[in-house]
Structure formats: C-alpha cells, structure tokens
C-alpha cells in the first residue's frame, strides 16, 4: 500500500510511516530493551535519505551521551545503521531507560523543496 504517500499536501508536513522493532541489549547488569522506531517518510528531502530509525534509550551515558540512530535509502538499510550505533557504545545506566528524543539531526538539503 504505497498510495498512503499521496495525502501528503506539502513536502513540510513531513508525512511518514511508522515501523517499530525491538532488539535486547546486553549491560553490565543485565539486559535493556530498546525500542527502535524507524520513519518512511513520504517525500524526502534527499534522493538517498527516505528512512530514519532511531532508537528510544542512550548510550554511553557516563562519558558523551549518544542516542543511536541512522539514515539509509531503505527501511533494512537506516534499521542496520541504527543496530551498528547501538553495538558501538555501552549501556551505563543503573535502571530502565526512559523514551528520548532523537539526538540525530536529518540531513540539510541544499536546495528548494
């Protein structure tokens, strides 16, 4: 069902699908559960970047957090980004993460939309 991506009026509105997958990680206590949301967005503002996941805890909490994240021209390719973030870094926390918001900024476009 791709006709979903015709309602969208004006490329500002941002319009996207959402898929959600969950993968365990494991910590120095234990495990953690991250969620990762991964947007197909309507219409994108680049050629390349159509996918964005992101996962919902951070990392490396001690030293510089980082919430883990990617952008790919598909759906398995912005999931492994964000799976190879998330293996990258520990998880430092002593209990259960929280949602966040993104740390990832989508890519600038040079041009008109």
Request: net charge negative; with cysteine.
């Amino acid at each position: 069902m791709e006709d979903w991506k015709f309602v969208e009026k004006d490329s500002s509105e941002a319009l996207a699908r959402l898929h959600f997958f969950s993968v365990k990680k494991k910590h120095a206590s234990g495990e953690v559960e991250a969620r990762i949301t991964v947007k197909e967005f309507a219409s994108a503002k680049t050629t390349d970047m159509k996918f964005f996941a992101v996962a919902d805890l951070e990392l490396n909490q001690k030293t510089l957090k980082f919430q883990p994240c990617g952008w790919a021209e598909t759906l398995m390719g912005a999931l492994t980004e964000c799976l190879r973030n998330l293996r990258k870094f520990e998880y430092e926390g002593t209990e259960l993460p929280k949602a966040a918001s993104p740390a990832c900024d989508p890519p600038q476009s040079g041009g008109a939309d």
